[in-house]
């Protein structure tokens, strides 16, 4: 997904790509696009009926800590470990190329990571 927005922050964009955003519960990211027209990243919060609540501008955060302030402050709670887990793996399988290995959720499985890659290599033969 390339966000192309008005000059934004760095560390807005990375808080779009690199799914942060969707770490919270409730969320949906839709990047829209009006032709050549660059468009700030703008955070849409709705009522349970969908009637728009209020708008926040990303780039008015000077840091991904404040954004997530922002995001509890604004009543918005964390996924679980294992929904944020089956997040970023559904984005892995996806191939999302903004999904970096540094960015992975901490296996928690109690196979050996080895005994998972020789069976990834078995299956491949």
Same mark, same amino acid.
């Not at 799914?19 to 027209?37: L, P």
């Not at 996806?94 to 970096?100: I, R, V």
């Given at each position: ?36 027209? *660059? ?14 609540? +209020? ?23 964390? *996924? ?5 887990? +089956? ?34 290599? +078995? +299956?491949?033969?």
């Amino acid at each position: 997904m390339d966000i192309n927005v008005l000059d934004q922050p760095e560390h807005v964009i990375d808080f779009i790509e690199d799914h942060d955003i969707e770490e919270y519960q409730g969320i949906t990211v839709e990047i829209t696009k009006d032709g050549d027209v *660059k468009q700030p990243i703008i955070l849409k919060i709705m009522s349970d009926n969908g009637v728009l609540k +209020e708008e926040v501008n990303l780039a008015d955060y000077e840091s991904e800590d404040d954004l997530h302030t922002m995001m509890e402050d604004k009543g918005f709670e964390l *996924k679980s470990d294992e929904e944020a887990k +089956e997040m970023y793996m559904r984005y892995a399988e996806l191939g999302d190329d903004h999904f970096d290995d540094d960015d992975e959720v901490e296996d928690d499985d109690e196979v050996d990571d080895d005994e998972e890659d020789d069976d990834e290599l +078995e +299956e491949e033969l």
